[in-house]
């Protein structure tokens, strides 16, 4: 009589072993698959919005250039002061044309995201 129980119990445990460990492994489960596509989606949203940005930076850089001299020559600002603005102004174009660089390699890395996500 203590076959019968014994026996019982490990077939259970036989059974629920085997539906743990799955027969066939996916190299991108439905979770994981589900998950990546849902921060695909973030990425090229913030990325768009760096885009908006440089737009926005273009834009008030050229402006900073047309009216800093402009401004300077009816307040008689000091050339060298007006200098040292356009300059800096100069440098902060080469960052964000860096910006502008960061969003483009980020465009291709979402793209790979993106493939590997699909296969």
């Not at 014994?6 to 698959?33: E, F, M």
């Not at 300059?87 to 291709?108: M, P």
């Amino acid at each position: 009589m203590k076959f019968l129980p014994i026996l019982t119990v490990c077939l259970i445990l036989i059974i629920a072993i085997v539906q743990a460990v799955p027969i066939t492994k996916r190299a991108l489960g439905s979770k994981v698959g589900t998950l990546g596509v849902s921060f695909e989606d973030s990425y090229k949203k913030f990325n768009g919005q760096v885009k908006a940005a440089n737009k926005k930076f273009e834009k008030k850089i050229a402006l900073f250039n047309k009216v800093i001299p402009d401004a300077a020559k009816d307040d008689h600002t000091d050339a060298k002061t007006t200098k040292w603005l356009l300059d800096w102004n100069a440098k902060y174009e080469k960052i964000v044309g860096d910006l502008e660089v960061t969003s483009k390699k980020l465009d291709k890395s979402i793209a790979t995201l993106g493939k590997h996500l699909k296969q």
